[in-house]
């Protein structure tokens, strides 16, 4: 969910110190000062250690509750430093100041003509202060946690065992979906650092394709090798696709000399791999070709046993149809046991020394939920809630962690790290609900265009843009407590089991005697997974009525238990839910990044998400789950956090509205926003420039460069025009006719035949989504035009034609925001960012020709300077998003 400004990761952030359970962002100033700055700089990152300094450990120690029992700290915990966070909160105070100052200001002088556009301008500018407001709250004091490894290791080498994960996969559709990404997902959590009889992998197939379980069965042959590798050698990362495309990088193995030849045969290896699943599409229809022949009148998928897929069909039929199958759990690795078990030496028939290396592997599931029609299937969320039910009885670990299809591990050490917080806490904090790490998604784009957003805003970086703040939602690489999800409020472990006993009570879970059986052991964290010995009759059966639509039928599965439903953002709900209830969150961070993923390249692709993603927030203020609703357990600047994002969306009416405003200067006589106008002006640019100042802070502690801010605000530009007012738009349709929206899944697939990776990055889909910051582009392209007309025609040093430059100024400002949509939407010539510029130089001497020809006959000098407000929509959104 990486969360937003942009997206609504960036909006969401609290960080709230899972330590003691009290927020620590914001009012603590004191607690900044020098007393509490360790002597020790941060270790992960040598560049972050002119920003960062660790809080002191006596501190860290004193807060967890005074378990006293000497057990290192296996987390650490770092501020900004006070050289930067002092000045950083005094351009906070001061811009509030200067917006209160502006505000009275303006009331003190009120437009007595246009009163209508003033007062739409003021409601304006306060909504404007208010979510800014909404926004800066939770980022006061800015932290971050580390997790330490080293001392995990220790404790797990000494006393302690490492509690069971259970790892779930989604996807639904081979091809929307590229198998090659969920293969390479499922394989980088197969060679994790972390022991394999302690995690098992899920992967939840919505599709219910063959294609799918076979493309399994390939990864479960060739982990076998690729995982023992992984751990000769120690490789990183354990995605082969991405290892494999990786330059050369210092060797961490113990034996480098074996490096080459084993790197080189793994390799040939996979390419092989890569081959079979590729094929597996054809392999499948021939196979069932050639048994279709053989059953006369039948047109099944076969599987390679010879018996009917259970699933869907190639050619769909009556229960094999997609949304109208049954129900498939099949497990592909079983459990190991928990001996381990040493590879063997190199020999004839097996060219790789693995004699020494830990062989076995963890756990592996398929599953395919049932599907009826006439029942909301609920997307991904549904497919959550049956993961959670299927492997509560096939492992029931303690803690769970979800990936989309197209995320994979990037660091091996990545369920290591949670533990770090969750084991941390035992004595002080057992509320410590969920941990999340920010995810980095991949570079998938060398130029300069709106696709390096991708980077910026999904991975940690976007987050980190007032980041290493708690997520305020919940979703890909947050790994949380089973029990937590069940819908339990925070422990007192005791009162938990006659909390689960009551809740049974109303039928919350569903009628699974054997399910509900597992629900007290899952909030066991001391428990090691012991799955059913034999997956006989009876399991079947209750892993079928598991799986069924109509399991949740008259339960609470959605609302209070799982993942919740009927909304877009089910993960930002779903957190919520836990926080509302006093779930603690930490939010942390590791080098390299944790985990990493896939987004869009494709503008129109890439705007549907931030639909999605803002048309969820929106739902979510309209709904149950609206922050302001929940009891006194939230926290309150969780609360402020939750509230900016599930309103962010709405403060881009105003800058549509601000945004289009040249259009009145085109036509009409004239009209001020503000009189002074002068005044006016000062006043906006002061604000506008200490937002920046105060984006100039955090761009510093979040460690992105300049160049990735300043995309960050294009990006935001591109969807303030048109995505969220669209959103906003679609909320009130609701509102009024009370039908939701529709949201198609992210297409992940690359038209990509042509073998150039960024193809999708030329390719526009014309879809009236692009209406609107089309429309704005063009308004302000003829308002430049007509500023340059009329610089021409009374002469720069005029007054007119020195407002007009001004005015220009703000429109040029646009512009330069919407400078990589309009290259999107130039597809194949988007290459060409010259042809743009001369279009519009073009585009712009025209009008000012016409301008200068066809003279307005208004009083054009006063006029122009309406056009110079438009600039504040730019700056006010772009940072305080
Ligand atoms: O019926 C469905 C639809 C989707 N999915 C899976 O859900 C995941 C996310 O769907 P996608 O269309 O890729 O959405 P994104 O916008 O890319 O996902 C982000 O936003 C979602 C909504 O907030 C979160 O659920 C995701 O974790 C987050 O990565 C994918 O793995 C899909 O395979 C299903 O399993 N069943
Ligand atoms: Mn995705």
């Given at each position: 969910?990486?969360s937003a400004?942009?997206?609504?990761?960036?909006n969401?952030?609290?960080?709230?110190?899972?330590?003691?359970g009290n927020?620590?962002?914001g009012?603590?100033?004191?607690?900044?000062?020098g007393?509490?700055?360790a002597?020790?700089?941060?270790?992960?990152g040598g560049?972050?250690?002119?920003?960062?300094?660790?809080?002191d450990?006596?501190?860290?120690?004193?807060a967890s509750?005074?378990d006293g029992?000497g057990?290192p700290?296996?987390?650490?915990?770092?501020?900004?430093?006070g050289?930067i966070l002092h000045p950083?909160?005094?351009?906070?105070?001061?811009r509030l100041?200067?917006i209160v100052?502006?505000?009275?200001?303006?009331?003190?002088?009120?437009?007595?003509?246009?009163a209508?556009?003033w007062?739409m301008?003021?409601t304006?500018?306060?909504?404007?202060?208010?979510?800014?407001?909404l926004?800066q709250l939770?980022k006061l004091n800015?932290?971050?946690r580390?997790p330490?490894?080293?001392a995990?290791a220790d404790?797990?080498g000494s006393s302690g065992?490492?509690?069971?994960?259970?790892?779930?996969?989604?996807?639904v559709?081979?091809?929307d979906?590229p198998?090659?990404y969920?293969v390479?997902?499922?394989?980088?959590?197969l060679?994790?650092?972390y022991p394999?009889?302690?995690?098992?992998?899920y992967?939840?197939?919505?599709?219910g394709?063959?294609?799918?379980y076979?493309?399994m069965v390939e990864v479960a042959k060739?982990?076998?090798?690729?995982?023992?590798?992984?751990?000769k050698?120690?490789?990183e990362?354990r995605?082969?696709?991405?290892?494999f495309?990786?330059?050369?990088q210092a060797?961490?193995?113990?034996?480098p000399g074996?490096?080459?030849?084993?790197h080189?045969?793994v390799r040939?290896?996979?390419?092989?791999?890569?081959?079979?699943?590729?094929s597996?599409?054809s392999?499948?229809?021939?196979r069932?070709?050639a048994?279709?022949?053989?059953?006369?009148?039948?047109?099944?998928?076969?599987?390679?046993?010879g018996?009917h897929w259970p699933?869907?069909?190639?050619?769909p039929v009556?229960?094999?149809?997609r949304g109208?199958?049954?129900?498939?759990?099949?497990?592909i690795?079983?459990?190991?046991?928990c001996?381990?078990r040493?590879g063997?030496?190199?020999?004839?028939?097996?060219?790789?020394?693995?004699?020494g290396?830990?062989v076995?592997?963890?756990m592996?599931?398929?599953i395919?939920?049932?599907k009826?029609?006439?029942?909301?299937h609920?997307?991904k969320?549904?497919?959550?809630n049956?993961m959670?039910?299927?492997?509560a009885l096939?492992?029931?670990a303690?803690?769970v962690?979800n990936?989309?299809?197209?995320?994979y591990?990037?660091?091996?050490?990545a369920?290591r790290a949670?533990m770090?917080?969750?084991l941390?806490l035992?004595h002080?904090?057992d509320?410590?609900?969920?941990?999340?790490?920010?995810?980095?998604?991949?570079d998938?784009d060398p130029?300069d265009?709106?696709?390096?957003?991708?980077?910026?805003?999904f991975?940690g970086t976007?987050?980190?843009?007032n980041?290493?703040?708690g997520?305020?939602?919940?979703?890909?690489g947050t790994?949380?407590?089973?029990v937590?999800?069940y819908?339990v409020?925070?422990p007192r472990?005791?009162a938990?089991?006659r909390?689960i006993?009551d809740?049974?009570?109303?039928?919350k879970?569903?009628?699974?005697t054997?399910?509900?059986?597992?629900?007290l052991?899952g909030?066991?964290?001391?428990?090691?997974?012991?799955?059913p010995a034999?997956?006989?009759e009876?399991?079947?059966?209750e892993?079928?009525?598991?799986t069924?639509?109509?399991?949740?039928d008259?339960t609470?599965?959605g609302r209070?238990v799982?993942?919740?439903?009927n909304i877009a953002?089910?993960?930002?709900?779903?957190?919520?839910?836990m926080h509302?209830?006093?779930?603690?969150s930490?939010y942390?961070?590791?080098e390299?990044?944790a985990f990493?993923?896939?987004?869009?390249?494709?503008?129109?692709?890439r705007?549907?998400?931030?639909?999605r993603?803002?048309?969820g927030s929106?739902?979510?203020?309209?709904?149950h789950s609206?922050?302001l609703?929940a009891?006194?357990?939230?926290?309150?600047?969780q609360r402020?956090?939750y509230?900016?994002?599930s309103?962010?969306?709405?403060?881009t009416?105003f800058?549509?509205?601000y945004?289009?405003f040249?259009?009145m200067?085109?036509?009409?006589?004239?009209f001020y926003?503000?009189r002074?106008?002068g005044t006016?002006?000062?006043y906006l640019?002061?604000?506008?420039?200490m937002?920046?100042?105060i984006?100039m802070f955090?761009?510093?502690?979040?460690g992105?460069?300049?160049?990735d801010?300043c995309?960050?605000e294009?990006f935001?530009?591109?969807?303030?025009?048109?995505?969220?007012?669209?959103?906003?738009l679609?909320?009130a349709l609701?509102?009024?006719?009370?039908?939701?929206?529709?949201?198609?899944?992210t297409?992940?697939q690359t038209?990509?035949c042509s073998?150039?990776k960024?193809?999708?990055?030329?390719t526009?889909?014309?879809?009236?989504?692009?209406?609107p910051?089309i429309?704005?582009l063009?308004v302000?392209v003829a308002a430049?035009?007509?500023?340059?007309?009329k610089?021409?025609?009374c002469?720069?040093i005029?007054?007119p034609?020195r407002?007009?430059?001004?005015g220009?100024?703000?429109?040029?400002?646009?512009?330069v925001l919407?400078?990589?949509?309009a290259l999107?939407i130039?597809?194949?010539?988007?290459?060409?960012p010259?042809?743009?510029f001369?279009a519009?130089?073009m585009?712009?001497?025209?009008v000012?020709?016409?301008y200068v020809?066809f003279r307005?006959?208004?009083?054009?000098?006063?006029?122009l300077?309406?056009?110079?407000?438009?600039g504040?929509?730019a700056s006010l959104?772009g940072s305080?998003?």
């Amino acid at each position: 969910m990486a969360s937003a400004t942009v997206t609504r990761r960036i909006n969401a952030a609290l960080h709230v110190d899972a330590t003691n359970g009290n927020g620590v962002a914001g009012g603590d100033a004191a607690a900044a000062t020098g007393s509490h700055t360790a002597k020790r700089n941060i270790s992960d990152g040598g560049k972050d250690d002119d920003v960062w300094v660790a809080v002191d450990e006596a501190d860290v120690s004193g807060a967890s509750g005074g378990d006293g029992g000497g057990r290192p700290p296996l987390f650490r915990t770092y501020k900004v430093k006070g050289s930067i966070l002092h000045p950083y909160r005094f351009m906070i105070l001061l811009r509030l100041i200067a917006i209160v100052a502006f505000f009275g200001w303006r009331m003190r002088h009120k437009n007595h003509d246009g009163a209508w556009l003033w007062t739409m301008s003021m409601t304006g500018d306060v909504w404007f202060g208010f979510s800014w407001v909404l926004n800066q709250l939770p980022k006061l004091n800015p932290i971050k946690r580390v997790p330490d490894l080293a001392a995990l290791a220790d404790w797990h080498g000494s006393s302690g065992e490492l509690p069971g994960i259970d790892v779930f996969v989604t996807t639904v559709d081979p091809v929307d979906e590229p198998i090659l990404y969920t293969v390479n997902s499922i394989l980088s959590i197969l060679a994790a650092d972390y022991p394999v009889d302690k995690y098992a992998c899920y992967l939840s197939d919505d599709g219910g394709t063959l294609v799918h379980y076979e493309a399994m069965v390939e990864v479960a042959k060739f982990a076998e090798l690729w995982v023992p590798f992984c751990r000769k050698h120690c490789v990183e990362p354990r995605a082969p696709e991405n290892y494999f495309a990786m330059k050369t990088q210092a060797y961490k193995g113990g034996v480098p000399g074996e490096l080459m030849s084993d790197h080189r045969r793994v390799r040939r290896e996979y390419e092989e791999f890569k081959v079979r699943i590729d094929s597996l599409f054809s392999t499948i229809r021939q196979r069932s070709d050639a048994y279709n022949a053989k059953h006369a009148g039948e047109n099944a998928t076969w599987m390679a046993d010879g018996t009917h897929w259970p699933g869907t069909w190639f050619e769909p039929v009556e229960n094999h149809r997609r949304g109208q199958h049954a129900g498939i759990v099949q497990v592909i690795l079983d459990h190991p046991n928990c001996k381990p078990r040493l590879g063997l030496p190199a020999s004839v028939d097996n060219p790789f020394d693995f004699s020494g290396i830990e062989v076995r592997l963890p756990m592996l599931v398929y599953i395919s939920r049932e599907k009826r029609p006439g029942y909301n299937h609920q997307k991904k969320a549904g497919a959550m809630n049956v993961m959670l039910r299927v492997s509560a009885l096939l492992s029931n670990a303690p803690f769970v962690i979800n990936f989309d299809c197209d995320h994979y591990t990037n660091n091996s050490q990545a369920f290591r790290a949670p533990m770090c917080f969750m084991l941390d806490l035992h004595h002080g904090g057992d509320d410590t609900a969920f941990v999340q790490f920010p995810q980095r998604f991949d570079d998938v784009d060398p130029t300069d265009r709106y696709a390096n957003h991708n980077r910026v805003f999904f991975d940690g970086t976007m987050l980190s843009l007032n980041g290493l703040q708690g997520p305020s939602y919940l979703g890909t690489g947050t790994m949380f407590r089973r029990v937590a999800l069940y819908g339990v409020e925070p422990p007192r472990w005791g009162a938990a089991s006659r909390q689960i006993k009551d809740m049974n009570k109303a039928n919350k879970f569903g009628t699974s005697t054997p399910f509900i059986g597992t629900m007290l052991d899952g909030a066991n964290q001391e428990r090691s997974i012991t799955p059913p010995a034999v997956i006989d009759e009876s399991v079947s059966c209750e892993l079928a009525a598991l799986t069924a639509c109509a399991y949740e039928d008259g339960t609470s599965w959605g609302r209070d238990v799982g993942w919740v439903y009927n909304i877009a953002t089910e993960d930002v709900v779903t957190g919520f839910r836990m926080h509302r209830q006093g779930w603690r969150s930490v939010y942390a961070s590791m080098e390299p990044a944790a985990f990493r993923g896939t987004a869009p390249i494709n503008l129109t692709e890439r705007l549907y998400q931030i639909l999605r993603w803002s048309g969820g927030s929106l739902e979510m203020f309209f709904s149950h789950s609206n922050a302001l609703l929940a009891g006194c357990r939230l926290h309150p600047l969780q609360r402020v956090a939750y509230l900016n994002m599930s309103t962010y969306p709405i403060v881009t009416v105003f800058i549509f509205a601000y945004n289009l405003f040249p259009v009145m200067w085109l036509v009409s006589e004239q009209f001020y926003i503000q009189r002074p106008f002068g005044t006016y002006l000062l006043y906006l640019v002061g604000v506008i420039a200490m937002i920046h100042v105060i984006g100039m802070f955090e761009v510093k502690w979040a460690g992105i460069t300049l160049l990735d801010w300043c995309r960050n605000e294009q990006f935001y530009m591109i969807g303030a025009t048109g995505v969220y007012p669209t959103a906003v738009l679609y909320m009130a349709l609701k509102l009024v006719t009370g039908k939701g929206i529709y949201f198609r899944l992210t297409s992940k697939q690359t038209t990509a035949c042509s073998g150039d990776k960024f193809a999708d990055l030329y390719t526009v889909r014309w879809v009236p989504l692009l209406i609107p910051t089309i429309l704005i582009l063009v308004v302000n392209v003829a308002a430049v035009g007509v500023a340059v007309g009329k610089a021409a025609a009374c002469g720069v040093i005029s007054e007119p034609g020195r407002l007009a430059a001004l005015g220009m100024v703000f429109n040029v400002w646009i512009l330069v925001l919407l400078y990589p949509f309009a290259l999107g939407i130039m597809g194949q010539w988007g290459k060409r960012p010259a042809v743009l510029f001369v279009a519009m130089v073009m585009a712009v001497a025209a009008v000012a020709l016409m301008y200068v020809v066809f003279r307005a006959p208004y009083q054009a000098d006063q006029w122009l300077g309406v056009a110079a407000s438009l600039g504040k929509t730019a700056s006010l959104t772009g940072s305080s998003g």
